[in-house]
């Protein structure tokens, strides 16, 4: 079965700092258009990051996705999603291993006895020594910071300007 991205693209940031960028909302596996019920069921409470006091919304149907026209009080944004087929994944997410089962016979597994489940590993923890403070260890206090600057302090004694024979 396919495995479908549900991928947005929409405008961050502010000014001249703006930029495009693409995120991936969810995967979907199942049909295309399953993926594209889902898609739009997420692109209708979309909060995109542009504008901040939306007036009004539009949703459009394209090809491949969704248009969201959002029009704010300056500026109308959009967001535009679409549905893509996962090909790769460089770290794919682990799948239960279901191959022993689906080799063995329907009416052999209804005799084999499920064996005890194992109890959950708890960290091993230190054995409590009587006397000892387990608490927070107090700070080292902070140093006294002294005096504070004389309000002359970045002054110099002396003007640089004070004494050269260049200046009129």
């Not at 947005?8 to 700092?17: R, S």
């Not at 799948?95 to 005890?116: C, I, L, N, W």
């Not at 140093?143 to 009129?168: C, F, K």
Request: net charge negative; charged share 30%.
């Amino acid at each position: 079965m396919p495995r479908w991205g549900l991928i947005v693209e929409q405008n961050l940031w502010y000014g001249k700092g703006q930029m495009w960028s693409v995120d991936v909302l969810d995967h979907v596996d199942g049909t295309r258009q399953e993926a594209l019920d889902v898609l739009r069921a997420r692109a209708e409470r979309f909060q995109p990051f542009h504008p901040a006091n939306p007036e009004r919304r539009f949703l459009y149907q394209e090809a491949e996705g969704f248009l969201l026209v959002v029009k704010g009080v300056w500026r109308t944004f959009h967001c535009r999603f679409r549905v893509a087929e996962q090909v790769y994944d460089s770290d794919p997410p682990e799948t239960p291993a279901d191959d022993d089962q689906a080799d063995a016979p329907a009416d052999a597994s209804a005799d084999v006895e499920p064996g005890p489940v194992p109890e959950p590993s708890r960290p091993v923890r230190k054995p409590w020594r009587r006397g000892v403070d387990r608490g927070p260890r107090p700070r080292a206090p902070e140093p006294d910071p002294g005096p504070p600057p004389a309000w002359d302090t970045e002054v110099p004694e002396v003007p640089s300007w004070l004494g050269r024979d260049d200046l009129p």
